[in-house]
């Protein structure tokens, strides 16, 4: 005796965004791997505080001068997710402790 109803369970009025930003920084004035942590430790405190995303160093752990953070956010608009992520990238900009070089944002539906 199951479900006479086979249609999917979810329906499309809950989507699931997911937005990816893959954000390159240069740190030209740092010289040791413990001053990159510093400023990585800072950016990431910051913008998690500020934001509702998720932030991590997803690349270059062993280069001093650059770095490369993975930030994502959830939710169910694409534009407030991308637009969340962009201003993630100008927050960072404002900070001015790295230069931002590269930055891609994929944003995916579930």
Same mark, same amino acid.
């Given at each position: ?29 740092? !010289?040791?791997?413990?001053?990159? =942590?510093? /400023?990585?430790?800072? &950016?990431? $405190? ?33 534009? !407030?997710?991308?637009?969340?992520? =962009?201003? /993630?990238?100008?927050? &960072?900009? $404002? ?16």
């Amino acid at each position: 005796m199951g479900r006479r109803d086979r249609r999917p369970i979810f329906s499309r009025a809950h989507v699931v965004v997911v937005g990816v930003l893959k954000l390159t920084l240069f740190l030209p004035e740092n !010289h040791s791997l413990k001053g990159k =942590r510093g /400023v990585l430790k800072k &950016i990431k $405190a910051r913008v998690a505080n500020t934001f509702n995303v998720s932030i991590a160093e997803c690349d270059g752990h062993d280069l001093w001068q650059r770095a490369v953070l993975g930030i994502s956010q959830v939710g169910t608009d694409v534009p !407030h997710v991308d637009g969340t992520l =962009r201003h /993630v990238v100008r927050f &960072i900009e $404002a900070m001015a402790v790295a230069e931002v070089g590269e930055e891609e944002i994929e944003v995916f539906h579930c």
